[in-house]
């Protein structure tokens, strides 16, 4: 793998862990770093992935939410972005109203300091 290009290391990381959610955790560091560095719409789905991976296995009560937070943050100007990420959320809030996943509240804002 040494000699691919970051979109390719990317692209074949994504379609193992599509394959297998169990391999998201293991490779989350590497994936993370290079969707970084490719960014457009490979990027998206691999973080997608990510979340998908957390969803069905996740780690605490407030990491499917957390997570999905952190994407809606981050695609905040990207309508089609936005848009890919939609039936997430509405898969999140399905699950959590049928009772198998958590349901949580996580606060994005930025808090205004007290004086």
Known sequence: MGSLDATSRLAALLDRCAADASLVTGARALGDSLAIEVGGSLAL???????????????????VRELYGELVDRY????AGLAA???IGDEIRRLEAEGSLPSALVA????RKRS
């Open 45 to 63: 789905q691999w973080r997608i992935t990510v979340v998908r991976a957390v969803i069905s296995n996740p780690p605490d009560g407030d990491a």
């Open 76 to 79: 905040r100007n990207d309508p």
């Open 85 to 87: 990420l939609r039936p």
């Open 108 to 111: 994005r804002s930025e808090r």
